[in-house]
C-alpha cells in the first residue's frame, strides 16, 4: 500500500508530469503519507487491505489524496531467515541518541563521513519514499534514482513466527505494528551481504523513536533520536563500496524473503553491553 497527498507547492510540475506519464500512481510531487508491504495467505487478503486502507487514512503525516493496493502472486517460494536480535539502548534526548548512532555505526565499520552523509539526507525537507544507499568508507550516494530511493519490497514473516514476535515484544511493551514492521524490514535488509548497516529515523511526526540494525549487532531501537513533532526521517542503507548496484536493488526489491525464527528480544541494554554482543 502507497498513500500520498498532492504537493500544493508544485502543482504545474506535477500537473505537467502527470500529462506525459500516467494519470495513475506516484509522481515525483506527490508527498509520501504512508506505506506497508507484506506477504499472506489469499484467504487474509481482504482484512490485511481493510487494515492497510484504515492505517492510511488515519496517518499522523496528514489524509492521502490517493491509496494505492497492489497485489501479486508469488511465483517462488520466499527465501528464509531469522529477525535480528532486539534491543533498546537508554538513550534520553537526542544528543545522546545520536552520539550512541555514532559509535554503534562506527563500530560497524562506517565511516564518520557516511554517517554525516546520511543525516543530511534525512534533514532534507523531502522525505523518500524508499531508502538511500550510502557507501560505508567513502559516503557516496549509489541508489540512481535520488527522489524514490530504493523500496523494499516482498517481505513477510510465518504466523508461527508472528505470533513469537509479538509475545517477545510484549514482554518489552513495544508490541506494535510499527516496530514489527520495523524489525521485519530490517531483518531482510540485513540478509543481503552488501549491507553493513541501516539507520532508520522515522518520518511520522509523532514517533521518535529510530533503529540502527546491523548483521553485527542486531536491531537497536534508539529512543529520542529526532525532535516530536517533526516529519523529516527516512533510511539509508550503508553498502559495501564495491557494491553491484543492481544486484542489491534486485534482491531488496523484487526477491521474496520470509522470517521463521525470532532472535532474542533483551530490554534496555547499555552501549557496552551491545558493542560486546557482536552477533556475527
Ligand atoms: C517507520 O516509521 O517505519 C520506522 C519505524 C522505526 C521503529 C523503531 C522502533 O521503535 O523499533
Known amino acids: 500500500m502507497r498513500a500520498s497527498k498532492k504537493n500544493r507547492a508544485h502543482s504545474t510540475k506535477r500537473k505537467k508530469y502527470i500529462q506525459q506519464h500516467s494519470a495513475s500512481g506516484l509522481t515525483p510531487y506527490d508527498i509520501h503519507v504512508s506505506g506497508a508491504e507484506g506477504l499472506y495467505k489469499e484467504s487474509d487478503i481482504s482484512r490485511i487491505i481493510n487494515e492497510y486502507i484504515a492505517r492510511a487514512i488515519n496517518h499522523p503525516r496528514g489524509k492521502p489524496d490517493?491509496?494505492?493496493?497492489?497485489?501479486?502472486?508469488?511465483?517462488?517460494?520466499?527465501?528464509?531467515?531469522?529477525?535480528?536480535?532486539?534491543k533498546t539502548i537508554n538513550s534520553r534526548s537526542r544528543v545522546t541518541a545520536e552520539r550512541f548512532v555514532q559509535k554503534i555505526l562506527v563500530s560497524a565499520g562506517i565511516s564518520e563521513h557516511a554517517i554525516e552523509k546520511a543525516f543530511s539526507i534525512m534533514q532534507s525537507p523531502q522525505t523518500l519514499r524508499g531508502a538511500a544507499l550510502v557507501t560505508k568508507v567513502s559516503g557516496s550516494r549509489i541508489d540512481p534514482d535520488k527522489q524514490r530511493g530504493v523500496r523494499v519490497s516482498r517481505l513477510g514473516i510465518?504466523?508461527?513466527?508472528?505470533?513469537?514476535?509479538?509475545?517477545?515484544?510484549?514482554?518489552?511493551?513495544?508490541?506494535?505494528?510499527?516496530?514489527?514492521?520495523?524489525?521485519?524490514?530490517?531483518?531482510?535488509?540485513?540478509?543481503?551481504?552488501?549491507?553493513?548497516?541501516?539507520?532508520?529515523?522515522?518520518?511520522?511526526?509523532?514517533y521518535t523513536t529510530g533503529y540502527v540494525s546491523s548483521r553485527k549487532y542486531g536491531y537497536v531501537r534508539i529512543p529520542h533520536i529526532?525532535?516530536?513533532?517533526?516529519?523529516?526521517?527516512?533510511?539509508?542503507?550503508?553498502?559495501?563500496e564495491n557494491t553491484d548496484v543492481e544486484e542489491l536493488i534486485e534482491f531488496l526489491e523484487t526477491s521474496s524473503v520470509i522470517i521463521i525464527k525470532i532472535a532474542d528480544c533483551s530490554g534496555v541494554v547499555p552501549l557496552h553491553e551491545i558493542l560486546d554482543s557482536n552477533n556475527k
Open 66 to 86: 490517493t491509496i494505492a493496493i497492489t497485489l501479486e502472486k508469488l511465483r517462488r517460494k520466499p527465501l528464509t531467515i531469522s529477525s535480528l536480535p532486539v
Open 226 to 240: 529526532k525532535r516530536k513533532r517533526s516529519k523529516k526521517g527516512g533510511r539509508v542503507f550503508f553498502v559495501r
Open 158 to 206: 510465518t504466523e508461527k513466527a508472528a505470533g513469537i514476535l509479538s509475545r517477545n515484544l510484549a514482554g518489552q511493551k513495544i508490541n506494535i505494528t510499527t516496530v514489527k514492521e520495523a524489525i521485519i524490514l530490517a531483518s531482510k535488509v540485513a540478509s543481503s551481504q552488501h549491507i553493513m548497516a541501516e539507520l532508520c529515523i522515522s518520518d511520522d511526526p509523532d
